[in-house]
């Protein structure tokens, strides 16, 4: 069974740093294409950032570019984000998500997402 | 970015009844739109993919129909698991973009 376990979340005031983990298991890890996709209440779902199966290739949305970095250790089968510079605006659930493995982004598992607030 | 623009925002049916949900592209996606349904406190499940091609395991009374900028989700008997938040998501253009979300709930 395909499991993606997020974890990391919590509260930071402006400005601040986390770092979210989401441990991946029951398929093999290094074959896919990851993703972070946030929700919040104002924006609702929103792709954010996608990585390569060796990591070598990574994209990102431009609200987060150049504060967001999106990592991952096949040997740990984990995927990371590390948020910094974080705004009120930053404030969701974030989900690890895995790309198709058939032709097309498009997502066929999510984890159940971590809470993030930013708030002052 | 392509903007994703569901409607109704809220749809109130009846089980065994027929629901049909709309999505409109701001540009033409082709036929790269899906379809996943959330439920409360759980990550979104992908239900249809390629426009009409349903994902594993999902029950053949979901379909989906449409091309370019108009899509739609029907739902043909709702069953009271089916009652949840839809959305459409487009990934012809990148970024990858999602609608605001359908509620379908009791009525």
């Known amino acids: 069974e395909v499991q993606l376990v997020e974890s990391g979340g919590g509260s930071v005031q402006p400005g601040g740093s986390l770092r979210l983990s989401c441990a991946a298991s029951?398929?093999?890890?290094?074959?896919?294409?990851m993703n972070w996709v946030r929700q919040s209440p104002g924006k609702g779902l929103e792709w954010l950032t996608n990585i390569k199966q060796d990591g070598s290739d990574k994209y990102y949305v431009d609200s987060v570019k150049g504060r967001f970095t999106i990592s991952r250790d096949n040997a740990k089968n984990s995927l990371y984000l590390q948020m910094n510079s974080l705004r009120v605006e930053d404030t969701a659930v974030y989900y690890c998500?895995?790309?198709?493995?058939?032709?097309?982004?498009?997502?066929?598992?999510w984890g159940q997402g971590t809470l993030v607030t930013v708030s002052s | 970015e392509v903007v994703m623009t569901q409607s109704p925002a809220t749809l109130s049916v009846s089980p065994g009844e027929r629901a049909t949900l709309s999505c409109r592209a701001s540009?033409?996606?082709?036929?790269?739109l899906a379809w996943y349904q959330q439920k409360p406190g759980q990550g979104p499940r992908l239900l249809i993919y390629?426009?009409?091609t349903r994902a594993t395991d999902i029950p053949a009374r979901f379909s989906g129909s449409g091309s370019g900028t108009e899509f739609t989700l029907t739902i043909s008997s709702l069953q009271s698991e089916d009652f949840a938040v839809y959305y459409c998501?487009?990934?012809?253009?990148?970024?990858?973009?999602f609608g605001q979300g359908t509620k379908v709930e009791i009525k």
């Open positions: 998501q487009q990934y012809n253009n990148w970024p990858w973009t």
């Open positions: 540009q033409s996606v082709g036929s790269k």
């Open positions: 998500v895995r790309k198709t493995s058939m032709v097309g982004d498009f997502f066929d598992y």
């Open positions: 029951g398929f093999t890890f290094s074959n896919y294409w």
């Open positions: 390629g426009t009409s």
